[in-house]
Structure formats: structure tokens, C-alpha cells
């Protein structure tokens, strides 16, 4: 392995001179952007302004010995791509605060903001402003994105009705078989059972994984989500979150979770039930939404004329039902909490 040289110290001012250079884009929507206190745009008048924000945290969020800079930069925007496509809206301007440690080197910052805007570039989201900062205890990211969508149109977790059907996009579990997959020190005899191929779809879902942004829109615009959140944490989460919102419960049939043939793989190798990892799977950043049940034939046949992968996996119950998994048998039982919690 070739040593990595020494440390040059980061130099703040130069740094963002070269990062505005770089990333910067010219937009008539944005009257001011880096360089002076705060940075001014304009939004369209009747338009709802929609606000998210992450921090992340180096050994919590992320770590540099499983994902390079670029991955950690297009992972962190992503994030943030994926809250603004589950209130159904138009992602448009970005801030990134960062607070970098003494043994990076203002390359490692370029490449993590190269990750960054190549997440957003799809989106024609400009970078801003934001923050430098020093650190000692390891690398520190805080993104905030602003989006918009029209006025009296956003996607919430509260509206859920009683007969809705549970719906999700794309397929479950990958990013966390991915993570799996670069965090095992070695490669057991199971492993080495999993496709080349199969082991390359799993580690580029977690490392470059894809906001729905387009689907939120199509759901939004079209009327069809009464509530809507991303798997960010895991569906087995994220679900009671719509539940919570909505005073409603869930029945999951979980033997329709949409698991890609790559994942069943990989839990073959490794003795596991695909549906633990489909449950407690975060950051595979789909999105888990509820439709009334008379707009379902409409809803399915606009998915498959726009390209749009869906999944009806459940219905809503009663507040005082749970949330309940069915098995294809018919049998049910309370569906366990597996998914990711901070400070647990």
C-alpha cells in the first residue's frame, strides 16, 4: 500500500476560494451566493420553501476506512436529496458546513465536495454558502438543502387513512447488505459464494445510493400519496413514524417486500431470512407512501409507464390494530422495531 504523504494544513480562505470556483454554478434564482455573509435567492411567488437538514458524523455516519471521500460527499447529499423527495418537492439550493481534522488534506475536502455535487448535479441544485471549521475528533458534515414545491402541494407522514394502501419504491435491504459486505474484515467461505456482480450491485447501493426525487414529484403532483416518508432509518421504523403522524396502525405482508435478487444472495450466504435485512435496512433511501385503495389501478399503471419500480406491501388499520406483520400463511404478529435509532 503507497503511504500517504504528510499532511499539508488546510488554509480556510483559499480553500473556499477554490471550492466557489469548482462548484459554484451561475443561476438567475440565486442574486448572491458564496463569498458574502449570507447568501440571497429568489423564490417563485406561490411556492411553499422546503427545508432539511443533516449532520454527520464521522464513526457514526460514516467511516473512511469503508468509503472514499467522493462516496462519503455523494452518500451525505443524497441524504438530504431523499427528505425533499419524500414532501414531493423541487430540491434547489444547498449549504454544506465542515468541520475538517488536521490529517486531511484540502484534495480529500475537493473530492468530498466532487461527491457532493455530483449527487445533486441531476437535480440542477446550486452550492450556496456554508461554513469551514477546524476539528479534533474526526470529520464533521452539516448539509442543508432547500427546495420548493407549489403552494397547498407537499407530501406529510400525517394523512394515512384507515383502508390506504402501504406502498414503497424500488427494492429493500441492499444498503445494508452493502455495508455488510465492506465492514467484514475478511471474506468467509460464505462470502465467497456471492456473484462478483451481485457484491458490486450491494456495495454501489450503499455507497452511491438514489434519491427518489422524481417519484416524489409524480406522487405529489399527481394527488396520489395521502402520506409519505424515505427509509432512511429502515422500513420497520420509518413505518411508525406515518402511524404515529396519521393515529392509524399497519398490517405489512412481508412476503412482498420488493428484496433484489442480489440481497437474496447475499442473506443465502450468509444464513439469514432477506426480510431482517429488507426490516432494519436504512439508507436505501426509498420511499414508503400511502395511496387510497380506489386510486390503486391508476397509480400502478402511471408507475409503469414512467419507469417507476412500486410496491403495495400492506394496508392501514385501526390505530388500536398495531402494526402487524402478515405472513404469506395469513399468520401475524407485532412487527419488531429492527431499524437504525440513535442512542440506542
Known amino acids: 500500500m503507497a503511504r500517504r504523504k504528510a499532511a499539508t494544513p488546510i488554509q480556510e480562505f483559499p480553500l473556499i476560494r477554490q471550492l466557489q470556483r469548482r462548484f459554484e454554478r451561475k443561476s438567475p434564482s440565486v442574486l448572491k451566493g458564496i463569498g458574502d455573509d449570507a447568501a440571497v435567492v429568489s423564490i417563485p411567488s406561490g411556492n411553499w420553501t422546503v427545508l432539511t437538514t443533516d449532520l454527520l458524523a464521522e464513526g457514526v ?26 414532501m ?16 486531511l488534506q484540502a484534495a480529500d475536502v475537493t473530492r468530498l465536495y466532487r461527491g457532493l455535487m455530483q449527487a445533486c448535479g441531476g437535480y440542477g441544485v446550486h452550492l450556496i454558502g456554508g461554513d469551514t471549521s477546524a476539528s479534533h475528533q474526526g470529520l464533521f458534515l452539516s448539509i442543508t438543502l432547500l427546495g420548493t414545491t407549489a403552494e397547498g402541494k407537499a407530501l406529510f407522514r400525517h394523512g394515512a387513512k384507515v383502508g390506504d394502501s402501504l406502498y414503497v419504491t424500488g427494492t429493500l435491504g441492499d444498503s445494508l447488505a452493502g455495508l455488510q459486505l465492506l465492514t467484514q474484515r475478511r471474506q468467509t467461505a460464505r462470502q465467497s459464494r456471492l456473484k462478483p456482480v451481485d457484491r458490486r450491485f450491494l456495495v454501489n447501493r450503499h455507497l452511491h445510493p438514489t434519491a427518489r426525487v422524481r417519484e416524489g414529484l409524480w406522487l405529489n403532483r399527481a394527488g396520489f400519496a395521502t402520506s409519505a416518508i424515505d427509509l432512511s432509518d429502515g422500513l420497520s421504523g420509518d413505518l411508525r413514524h406515518i402511524c404515529e403522524a396519521s393515529h392509524v396502525g399497519a398490517a405489512v405482508d412481508v412476503s412482498a417486500l420488493p428484496i433484489s435478487q442480489a440481497c437474496r444472495a447475499y442473506a443465502g450466504t450468509q444464513g439469514i431470512d432477506p426480510v431482517t435485512l429488507a426490516l432494519a435496512g436504512g439508507e436505501d433511501y426509498e420511499l414508503l407512501f400511502t395511496v387510497a385503495s380506489h386510486n390503486e389501478r391508476s397509480l400502478e399503471r402511471q408507475a409503469r409507464s414512467r419507469g417507476f419500480q412500486i410496491t403495495k406491501v400492506g394496508i392501514m388499520r385501526p390505530g388500536r390494530f398495531g402494526i402487524q406483520a402478515v405472513t404469506s400463511g395469513g399468520g401475524t404478529g407485532p412487527l419488531p422495531v429492527t431499524s437504525y435509532q440513535h442512542f440506542r
Open 61 to 86: 455516519h460514516f467511516d473512511l476506512r469503508t468509503a472514499d471521500f467522493a462516496s462519503v460527499g455523494y452518500r451525505a447529499a443524497m441524504a438530504n436529496l431523499s427528505d425533499v423527495a419524500a
Open 88 to 103: 414531493g418537492a423541487t430540491p434547489r439550493f444547498l449549504l454544506i458546513s465542515i468541520a475538517v481534522p488536521k490529517t
